[in-house]
């Protein structure tokens, strides 16, 4: 690790900053066939405040926060801290390097609400070779309601998808589709993609139509699950949505959770919902459901947030509605 301070003053005044510039960490890749960009999408989801950039041609992560004083923690001083977080080039294995640049805040503007920038897609094919085959987790819910989001999809296909999606959106809700609203809802639904792929290995995912285009979309994402327990009180799957969040105190997290039957799943289900501070200005709450199905057939879970909860309220029936949609192909009833 090298530590910078600097050794002139500007315009007089001896600056109170620092750069930190971590050795070399090596990191797995999140596929074996993936590059540096899943595993910085994937820490982009964990990070408060973070963001896609390019350094020098190169794919980066780029945080902001203000740090409080913690004397318990070592922390003398509250002060802004921004970090890099940048992969090696043609590195073998996977290498990065951090970069952490921090200095008192006195005379530094506040933070504005982080906004969730994307990461740039592949120009490589993200098509899996099953394009087209049938839905590993089907649905029958209104179309007029509810999207189909391609998990797997190649970059001429998401332009070709995008287009008329935000087109279709702006026309139902009367809403000028702008170039700063089309600029954030391409990175939004490409970050999301390689998220859901990458992170959660979803094997569908939803959107609902519904939502302005001046709000953050909701996309429900599900997934199947090898589940051995014998019945679903032994089932992690039913129990862990509703346990609180280690990283997060238990009095800032809210969790509700009902039983709830599917037509076509079954009746061992859960609905679990959970508000929780994302940061100090955001809210986050999020809906998961979760069925233990029969030995043999695997479990179906599907789950979603949003950033107001004033949105996923007014939404909560009509998401009921389509989870008891959900349905396995294949699979007797």
């Known amino acids: 690790m090298t530590l910078y301070l600097p050794t002139e ?24 066939d993936s590059g540096p960009e899943a595993v910085l999408a994937a820490l982009a989801s964990e990070t408060l405040g973070a963001e896609m950039r390019e350094l020098d041609d190169t794919a980066a992560l780029r945080s902001e926060r203000d740090v409080p004083a913690d004397a318990a923690q070592g922390v003398d001083v509250a002060h802004r801290q921004v970090e890099y977080f940048v992969p090696i080039p043609d590195s073998t294995p996977d290498q990065y390097l951090a970069f952490s640049f921090s200095a008192t805040p006195e005379d530094l503007p506040p933070l504005p609400t982080p906004r969730r920038k994307r990461p740039l897609m592949s120009d490589g094919t993200l098509w899996s ?63 999301t993609l390689v998220i859901l792929r990458e992170k959660f290995q979803a094997d569908e995912a939803f959107i609902y139509h519904p939502v302005p285009l001046t709000y953050m979309p909701l996309v429900m994402h599900a997934t199947r699950i090898q589940c051995e327990a014998p019945d679903a009180a032994s089932c992690e799957g039913i129990s862990a949505p509703a346990v609180p969040h280690p990283d997060i105190p238990e009095w800032q997290q809210r969790t509700g959770s009902i039983a709830f039957a599917s037509p076509h ?42 950033d107001d909860p004033e949105v996923i309220a007014a939404a909560m029936e009509a998401l009921d509605d389509f989870a008891r949609t959900l349905r396995l192909p294949g699979t007797p009833h």
């Open 129 to 191: 070779a099953d394009l087209g085959a049938p839905l590993h987790i089907d649905t029958d819910a209104d179309p007029g309601l509810w999207g189909y989001l391609h998990l797997q999809i190649d970059k001429r296909t998401f332009k070709e998808w995008l287009d008329p999606h935000l087109t279709g959106l702006a026309a139902i809700h009367n809403i000028e589709l702008t170039r700063k609203l089309r600029r954030f809802h391409k990175t939004f639904y490409e970050q």
């Open 9 to 32: 003053r500007l315009h007089g005044v001896a600056l109170p900053v620092s750069i930190v510039a971590s050795e070399p960490v090596e990191i797995p890749r999140v596929r074996p």
């Open 265 to 306: 799943l079954g009746e061992d289900g859960v609905r679990v919902t959970r508000s929780y501070p994302a940061d100090s200005t955001i809210m986050m709450t999020s809906v998961t459901y979760h069925w233990h199905t029969p030995p043999g057939i695997p479990d179906v879970c599907l789950r979603g947030h949003h």
